[in-house]
């Protein structure tokens, strides 16, 4: 086993996380992003953090609204994936092309297997990351679905 920052890294990679998308309206505008790092932290009530880096477009609509939707993408569903995958400006569509319900949460993605609808009840900053503590306000999903997981090759990098 090594011990050392090379460790840290290994040892961070092997924690597994679900593949999401994160959506967020506030003022007009909407976006998404391509989140990995959600996970359920609270029965009563039911909770969810969600780490976005800092400075990513999505943090402002998520700041300006108190809200967020949890969008889960179904095992081996690239489309979704890769369609969020590169990033989007504020100002550019980022759900062309795709069947969304626009919600007070935030755009639910028809194509995902589980939407959380969120409200924010704290924002922490974690290193490079901002992290927010969202209360489930509204759930959908198939019972059926599997969701997407996956173990990252670096603890230090997406």
């Known amino acids: ?7 840290i890294g290994i040892a961070l990679a092997k924690i597994p996380s679900g593949v999401s998308i994160a959506t967020a309206t506030n003022g007009g505008q909407s976006t998404g992003l391509l989140a990995s790092w ?7 009530p039911p909770m969810v953090c ?3 880096k800092t400075g990513r ?3 402002a609509l998520i700041d300006g609204a108190g809200r967020f939707v949890i969008n889960v993408i179904g ?3 690239a489309t979704v994936m890769k369609h969020f995958s590169k990033g989007f400006a504020l100002q550019e569509n980022a759900f062309e092309g795709l ?5 007070e949460a935030g755009p639910v993605l028809k194509d995902c297997i589980a939407h959380l609808a969120c409200k924010v009840v704290a924002k922490h900053e974690a290193g490079d990351h901002q992290l927010y503590l969202g209360e489930a306000t509204a759930g959908t999903g198939d019972p059926a679905g599997k969701p997407w997981t996956r173990v990252r090759e670096s603890g230090f990098s997406y």
């Open 1 to 7: 086993m090594t011990q050392s920052n090379e460790g």
């Open 38 to 44: 959600i996970q359920q932290v609270s029965f009563t």
């Open 50 to 52: 969600l780490a976005v």
């Open 57 to 59: 477009p999505i943090e």
């Open 75 to 77: 095992e081996g569903d």
């Open 99 to 103: 069947e969304i319900e626009n919600r």
